[in-house]
């Protein structure tokens, strides 16, 4: 006989299976670094997740929030995962405003005093 379902679900189990992490285990390690709250504190991956809660995941230098609209156990597909959330997440930062990467052709040899310089120039602005 299965257990009564009472609508909760474990706060690292909804968050993998929503899509928000790739796996269980990354959601699990992100509770316990204090990446993840529920309605604005702190939780352990066990945490009781509830219908309605507020969950906020910091992942990658990005903040999602999110709130629980439906709860599921077992890790759906893109399409019904989006509708287990109301996403409230600031947009993404544009691609022009992440981060210029220097780039050297391939066998170009050492860089000169000129390219290093350039270089650190880029790092640093």
């Known amino acids: 006989m299965a257990p009564p379902d009472d609508g909760?679900?474990?706060v690292?189990?909804?968050?993998?299976?929503?899509?928000?992490?790739k796996t269980r285990?990354?959601?699990?390690?992100?509770?316990?670094?204090?990446?993840?709250r529920?309605?604005?504190e702190r939780v352990k991956p066990a945490h009781v997740l509830r219908s309605g809660?507020?969950?906020r995941l910091r992942d990658a230098g990005r903040e999602r929030i999110v709130v629980v609209s439906r709860i599921v156990r077992k890790r759906?597909?893109?399409?019904?995962?989006a509708e287990c959330f109301i996403d409230n997440s600031p947009p993404p930062p544009p691609r022009e405003e992440t981060a210029v990467v220097a780039h050297r052709d391939r066998g170009a040899g050492r860089p000169t005093k000129r390219d290093r310089r350039e270089i650190e120039r880029l790092r640093t602005s």
Do not use: K, Q
């Open 8 to 10: 909760v679900v474990r």
């Open 12 to 21: 690292d189990s909804w968050i993998w299976s929503v899509r928000l992490t």
């Open 25 to 36: 285990s990354l959601a699990a390690t992100a509770c316990r670094a204090g990446h993840v």
């Open 38 to 40: 529920v309605n604005g």
């Open 53 to 55: 809660d507020e969950v």
């Open 76 to 81: 759906v597909g893109a399409a019904v995962a």
